[in-house]
Structures are given as C-alpha cells and as structure tokens.
C-alpha cells in the first residue's frame, strides 16, 4: 500500500467514523419514557413521530455515507483541500442527530426548515468535494464513470431547501412526504 | 487490494462502526443513581434488570456481529443491493439500545415484545443479506461452506417471534429465558 | 491478504471501536453544571472526583487496549472461541464507562469495590484470551515472546481484586492511590 | 503488511476511533429544547452560542486529527512510548466535548481558559509525540518534510495559552475570535 493510498485510507476511516457514530446517536432521539407500567403502552405510541425521524435521519445519513463511500472510491490519493471540504461534510452530518431529534419531537415549519437546510447544505458539500477531487486531479482512471454525479447532487439539495417553502406555505407533512419520496427513489434506483 | 475488495472492505468498516458503537451504547442505559450515598447500596441492587437487559442486549448484537462477520469475510465483493440490505440490518441494530432499555426499565410484556420484534426482523435482515449475496453472485469459492446457514437464521428468528404470544400467555421472564437459553446454545456451538 | 488474516482483522477493527467508544464515553460522566453564571468557578471546582476517576477511567481503558492491541499482534488467526473470549472482554470494558461514573459521583468503598471488581475480571478475560490464543495454537512464530504475560495479568488482576477489602478496612482513598500505583509502574515500564 | 506496520495501523485505527467519536460527541451538547410548540423559535434562537462552540469545537477537533494523520504518516513504526504519549493526546481530546460543552452554556472568562488551557495542553502532547517519534528514530524516509513542525506547534500553543490572560483582562469574546483568527488561518493555509 502506497503512502498516498495510506493518507487516503485515513480519511476512510475517520469519515466512516464520524458517519457511523453520527447514525447510531440518532436512537437517543428516541426517549425511554419515565411512566408507570400501565401507562407505558400510550407512551410508546406516543413515540411515533420519533420513530419516523429515526428512519429519515438513518436513511439520510445511510445515503449520505453510500455517496461518500461511492466518491471515494474513484479517488488515488487526498490533500489538504479534499480534508477541508470533507470536513465541512463531516461538521454537517455531525449536526443530524440535533436536527433529527427536532423533527421527532416537533410538529411546526421551523423543524422541517432546518431539517432541510442541514441535509441540503450537506448535500451541497458533498458537492463541493466532489469538485475539489476533479479539479486538484485526485481521481484515478474511473473517474468518467459517475458523470451525473453532480447534476444528481444538485437535484438532490433542490428537492430539500424546495421542501422549506413548502413546509411553511403547505404543511410540514407534505415536506416530510416528499423526502420520503426521493429517499425511496434513490432506495429503488440502488436496488434495480 | 483490488477496487472491488476496497468497497467491501468500506462497508465492512462502516457496519463494524454501527455494530460496535449500538453494543458500547448499551451501558448508558444503566444510569448511575443519583442518591445520598447511604441509600447508594439498594439503588446499585435495583439496578439487577438493567444488567441483565445489558447483558442479553450485548450477547445479542455481539451475535449479529459475529454472523455479519462470517457472511461478510465470504464474500468478494459489494453492490447496491447488497449495501441497501446492510443498511436495513444497520438501522435495526442501531434501534437496540433504545429496545434494550426499554426491556431493564419495565417488567410487561410489552416491552419483551418490542425486543423480540426488533431482534427477529433483525434476523430477517440478515437471512435477506445472505439472499441478496447468493443472488447477485457475490460469494467466493468458499460459499458453500455455510449451507445451513438460511435454515439457522429462519430458527433464530422464529425463536423470537415465538416469544412474543409466550411473553403474553405465559409470562415476560419465561420469554426472556428462553432467549438467554437460545444465546447460549448458540455460544456453546460456537466454542466447543 | 489472506482470508485468515482478514477475519482477524475485522475481530481487531471490531474491539478497537469498542474500546475506542467506551474510552470516549468516559467524558460524558463529567456533567456540565446547570448553574447561575456566578457559582460556576465552585460548581466546576466540585468536579475534582469525576475528573480523578475520568483519569484512571481513560488510563484503565488505555492500558486494556495496549495490552489487547500486543496480544493480537502476535495472532496470525481467529476462531469463534477467540471471539467469545474477546466478546467477554468487551463485554466487560464496555461496563467501565458505568463503574468510572459510579467512582466519581461516589465516595464509599461499594463504587471502589464495584470499580476493582469489573476491572479485575476484565483482567481474568484477558488472560481468558491468552490461554485460548495459546492452547488453540493461534499465536505466529513470535509467540514466545511474552512469556510473562500470563504472570502479569494475574498479577494485575490479584492488586485490583485485593483493592476491595482494603477500600472497606482501611479506606476507599489507598485503595485508589493503589491503582495509580500500578498504573504508574506500567506506564513507566513501557515509557522506559 | 510487515508485523510493525501493523502494530502502527492499530495506533492509527483506535486514534481515528477517538477523533470520530469526540468530534461526534459535541452535538450532544446542542440540547434538544424542551418547550411548547410556539416558544420553539425563540429557544432554538437562544442555541447561538451552543452552535458556535460547536463550530469551534469541530474545528479544533478536525485540526488536532488532521495534525495526527499527517505526524503518524510519516511514522514507518511505533513504540510502547509513542502508544502513551498518543495516549495522553486522546485523553485531552477525549475531554474536549466537555470543555466546549461549557463554552456553549456559560460566557464568562472561566470557561474559555478551561478551553484554552485544555487545548493548549493537547498541543503540547502533540509535540511530545513529534518528539518522541524522532528521537526513538520511528519516522521513515520522509522525516525532514515538515521541518517546521514544532514551531508551529508551539505558536499554536502559545496563542491558546496566551488566550487565557485575554479571557480575563480584556474579554472573553476577544479570546474567542482569536481562535477562530487562528483556526482560518490554519484553514487557509491547508485550501490555499
């Protein structure tokens, strides 16, 4: 393994480091209720919106490490720039279990507004490393492969900082049901 | 180490992260009483459930580890489907430690129910993996060497899923006994 | 890599999570005060034991991974006893964050018996790994190496186990002076 | 992979582990306001300063790993003393969700020197294992690449240090953005 390859896989680990740890934080969202034993039935239902924010937050940042782990894996070696923009990354998803953990447990426009703002500025970071990687020449020869890579993350950042409009002139629900749609059909377009 | 080998390697490091943070997430369940320290001595000894909660909820994902491990070390290489597979197991592992507080909390069936459920789709995820991995083609020469494998996990979870109308008609303990019954079948096998 | 090595990897990459994690989680036993501005400095000055016990919390954790880090060096593979011993081990570091919070929020002898108790058969575990390691001829060429190691650890072991009646004839403080002791050989033997 | 280069890659994975974690752990510190639906606006409002220290925190954090990853790749072996010396680096990172914990939730001179000194001290370990590392002779061919190593260690320190006086004689909000001067410029230089 080359010194370059070495740098490289370091930034791997810490990477998946951060996305793993952030990912499992987000059960703590999830509150163990404090009630007596026959009350805790109706407590438990009453956990339903956070269960929902577990399974957007999870897939998002599931889907956010498969775009990490996909981009990176086209790279040959790391520098100073890729560290800072991977960073910056890191820094946003690092912030999802708050804003995960706002989702579950209100109901207004305001949660679903940063909701989407974190995962669509996340979104555009991942962007942004994507064009450090093609600009400072960091990618190997498959580099070609994923063309619409950025045209995707575009779509993708559109359709959440979209969804703040929407929670506020329609209703928070929708917002949430159209993330759940584009959650899906990138599920779909993965298992095809 | 070829590219193929280097995505799977990714997910493997990502999985362990997941697996290792949700089992070392456990003992936050125990919480440390917050008593005069004369009365420090039977609230330590109220704590009996949450170990014990610790301990089938440790052995559990510790097992899930261990069967992700073998699956994983047989394979060659990765694919969509198989990371979307994953990251369903993942999410349902990551889930523990808020189902295994739950289970050191409460005495009910409910709670024992919520456990089983968690741990028995969970087993499901795993068979479906193994599917996926033997459908796409994504096993080695040494494939073969598990062919019981399928049959195992349906039993593992059937287990679970048993548990759960034995948890209401019997009772809570008999249920939990009769995991920690299937956890140490399961240890002796894998010792002896 | 071979496959063999590989297994022995992911054990590896698995319990450094796990120590990493718990080493990690030791912090959040150093509760940040709820005070008005003005008491700060005496509220901050009251978390002297959660800072003593952060300090043997981490140099504990710290001196079981060093240890687990050269033992697994010396393996060139795995086995499933391999890995319940190592479960068992983690299993039992993975209650440390628990044990060192009890340390600081407590002063009787109880926490330092609870304390010495996990930490001693944490220390049996290890030895448990030696001995399957050895007897299941896991070890390379360079197994002679630490023929003491055995010796060490029993040693190790009897100095925590004989803390917890010294904690309650004489006092919790030599007790834990005890352990710094110790921590301070060891720590001075490997910097030597 | 040679037996030393492995023993190395172990240091690496359970340092990485640390970072990870530490840096992750922050969020926690953004706590989740709990308050009727239509006060939320102004509680996430008051969340200013938590945001800030985390954006602080983060950086320091990411800085400190990307400090580590580069001293530790040149690293061609490691030595029991390198392991305590890194080790007391993770224990001072390891307390920093604590530090900037308290920088969010209080604003007086108090809180920032423990910050300031906390990471002081941490950047003195890193030079200790700059140190250690050429004198024990465990940097490879590439050693003389950042001759300027040290200084700009010590330059680092000393304006953390140097902060702490600020804190309390000028204000403490000018001690923070001397920080954040000092951390885009450090930024800077890594993009640039």
Chains 1, 2, 3, 4 share one sequence.
Not at 20 to 41: F, K, M, Q, R
Request: proline share 3%; aromatic share 10%.
């Amino acid at each position: 393994m080359s010194s370059e390859r070495r740098e490289l896989e370091r930034v791997n680990a810490f990477s998946d480091g951060v996305f793993a740890i952030a990912i499992t934080l987000l059960v703590l969202n999830i509150g163990i209720p404090s009630v007596p034993e026959d009350e805790l039935g109706s407590a438990l239902s009453g956990l339903g919106d956070d269960v929902l924010a577990y399974v957007i937050g999870f897939a998002v940042i599931g889907l956010f490490w498969f775009g990490h782990h996909r981009l990176f894996s086209r790279l040959v070696r790391s520098n100073g720039r890729l560290v800072l923009a991977n960073m910056l990354l890191l820094g946003l998803v690092g912030l999802m279990p708050f804003t995960t953990g706002l989702l579950g447990r209100y109901d207004g426009p305001i949660v679903v507004a940063l909701y989407a703002a974190n995962v669509g500025i996340a979104t555009l970071a991942d962007g942004l490393i994507h064009v450090v990687a093609r600009a400072d020449g960091l990618e190997g020869e498959r580099g070609g492969r994923e063309r619409h890579f950025l045209a995707l993350t575009g779509l993708r950042a559109a359709v959440f900082f979209l969804s703040i409009p929407i929670a506020y002139l329609a209703s928070p629900a929708i917002a949430q049901w159209l993330w759940l749609l584009l959650i899906g059909i990138v599920f779909l377009r993965h298992w095809g």
